[in-house]
């Protein structure tokens, strides 16, 4: 089993629609959880750390589910620069960073 | 502003030649890694380095090696390269915590080696 599973999409909205998805970890130990976008053939680049008690930045939302280990992400007000890749990482063993496979998204016109 | 780069940016080579790929940062971070990225796989470690000198494996080892002479530069070597080493490699840096909790990670722009 993968240590963290990600539906890959593709999640085709409109601009202006709200997109959101998940992803489950299977270690319980986790302890710190991310999002990263990644752009085609570009590298990952931090979107936002995900706090337990949930947390905003701008048009994006991130919670934390420990109890059925999953996070999620909730995009509003969805912009076509907004169209990307969106990994989830979670730590793992040794505090090393486990990725998913990645959810894309395209925001059409 | 990038504080961390990679080299060569594209390589194809043939199957059978050793390659080595460098990773050159600027932030003075403790750690660094290499990872590697297939459709479908996400991005799988390497291995990485936790100071100079000192490396572990990651959880996908096998046929690669890394050195760390210097706090700025993580090389990536494959002593024999092969077909399923066709791959996009990523390098990346962190400041790590105190206890050795590793915290975001920063990623360079990535190497496309093609292995014919």
Redesign the interface.
Known sequence: RKEVEQDPGPFNVPEGATVAFNCTYSNSASQSFFWYRQDCRKEPKLLMSVYSSGNEDGRFTAQLNRASQYISLLIRDSKLSDSATYLCVVTSRDYKLSFGAGTTVTVRA | DAGITQSPRHKVTETGTPVTLRCHQTENHRYMYW?RQDP??????IH?SYGVKDTDK?EVSDGYSVSRSKTEDFLLTLESATSSQTSVY?CAMGPGLAG???????????TRLTVL
């Open positions: 990872y479908g796989h996400g991005l799988r470690l990485y990651g990523f050795g909790q590793t915290d975001t990670q920063y990623f360079g722009p990535g």
